[in-house]
């Protein structure tokens, strides 16, 4: 009878171990993965940047969620996401047609025409068999849970506005075929093979990235081609990627009117250039964390103004001293671009080109940049970045 007892038990903690494990294998591959950026920190929330301050440290942040669509800054300071629409839940993590896809899925909840703040209603690990595509005015909310788009198919912004995508976690991003897919609610057309980008984002307007996590992709982790401006990247953390952040379609397509902020966000292990790369347009670099890089940290071409300021570089042992990289021009074409460094704090032998108009601010009449912060206190300004939050719905993040 004891022996009888003995093997129930057994056979009841083995259960309950596989339970936990498969509840618990998402997490666990991303420890592995270094994706999760956990900092420890005993007492009460502390939000230094003014981005997090908006939202963050307040305990009542989920029956409030909408509030977060006032709290970005730079040149995307206009989107607004879903604001105003209704909430829309994800309970399945399924992509299993592309055509009509399943209420309650993913896919479903970024198609329709109305706008939406789409949330999840568990942890869920969501592989897209084919590339995600949104219709205009979509927040995509995973704050209280683990959400992650993986081992399949990335998201593309194609031609619309006012997208907000905070929270996820993005990595093994995948080339995916071409074929019949539903693009808008009453509209169903044929698609070629997609690259293999987390997020690829053409022709669109108002986007906010913030609060993501990303690695690992075929090709980039965002790019931002065509036509495409007024867009803000903000409190991510990219890590295990060769080429990380594209800007600009091509060096024979103008596209001057792109407007890119990219703050607070951290980079580190694994890179090796391209964060970002620039291809004409204005891209404000403020108050980022460059931990590491192989080839070099910002490049780009074709007469792209990049202002870096406040920023932390610190070059990694055995790699590339130098953060900047001009592609394919001789210094009589590229000193006239304007490239300029402003309160960096380099580390570790790490030196900024710079380059054009050291007065570019008297001539500037953009939307007014963010203001940076001291470059000593960007370990502290971006050290929640990234997905890794662990927001529990009564608590601050």
């Not at 709290?71 to 994800?90: D, I, L, P, R, S």
């Amino acid at each position: 009878m004891k022996a009888v007892k003995y093997r129930l038990i057994l056979a009841l903690c083995f259960v309950y171990t596989i339970h936990v494990m498969a509840d618990d294998s998402i997490r666990f591959s991303e420890i592995r993965r270094g994706l999760f950026r956990h900092k420890k920190h005993d007492g009460p929330c502390v939000a230094r940047n003014s981005i997090d301050k908006c939202w963050r440290c307040d305990p009542k942040w989920a029956d409030n969620r909408q509030k977060m669509a006032g709290c970005v800054q730079g040149f995307g300071h206009n989107t607004t996401g879903g604001k105003g629409g209704k909430v829309y839940v994800v309970t399945n993590p399924s992509d299993n047609d592309v055509i009509n896809p399943i209420p309650g899925t993913l896919r479903h909840a970024v198609l329709q025409p109305e706008p939406l703040w789409i949330v999840f209603s568990r942890h869920m690990n969501i592989r897209l068999c084919r590339e995600l595509l949104f219709t205009s005015n979509k927040t995509i909310d995973a704050r209280g849970f683990h959400i992650h788009i993986a081992g399949g198919a990335g998201i593309m912004l194609q031609n619309i506005r006012n997208i907000i995508i905070s929270n996820i976690h993005m990595y093994d991003i995948t080339t995916a075929n071409g074929g019949m897919i539903r693009s808008a609610p009453h509209h169903v057309g044929v698609r070629g093979a997609s690259d293999g980008d987390a997020i690829c984002i053409f022709g669109s307007t108002d986007v906010w990235i913030d609060h993501c996590s990303f690695a690992g992709s075929y090709d980039g982790l965002i790019d931002i081609v065509a036509r495409s401006t007024d867009i803000t990247i903000s409190n991510n953390h990219f890590v295990r990627h060769d080429k990380a952040l594209l800007f600009g379609a091509s060096d024979d397509t103008p596209d001057e009117n792109m407007r890119v902020t990219l703050a607070f966000n951290h980079f580190g292990k694994g890179l090796t250039q391209r964060l970002p790369a620039v291809r004409w347009g204005f891209v404000h670099v403020v108050n980022n964390d460059y931990t590491m890089w192989k080839s070099y940290a910002i490049g780009g071409a074709k007469g792209a103004t990049i202002i870096s300021q406040g920023n932390r570089y610190k070059a990694e042992h055995g790699a590339a001293k130098e953060v900047t990289h001009r592609n394919c021009a001789e210094k009589k074409e590229w000193h006239k671009w304007t490239w300029r460094s402003e309160g960096d704090l380099m580390l570790n032998g790490a030196f900024f080109v710079n380059s054009g108009n050291a007065n570019w601010a008297a001539a500037y009449k953009g939307y007014p940049l963010l203001k940076p912060q001291p470059a000593h206190m960007v370990h502290e300004l971006t050290n929640f970045a990234g997905a890794a939050l662990g927001c529990r719905v009564g608590l601050p993040c």
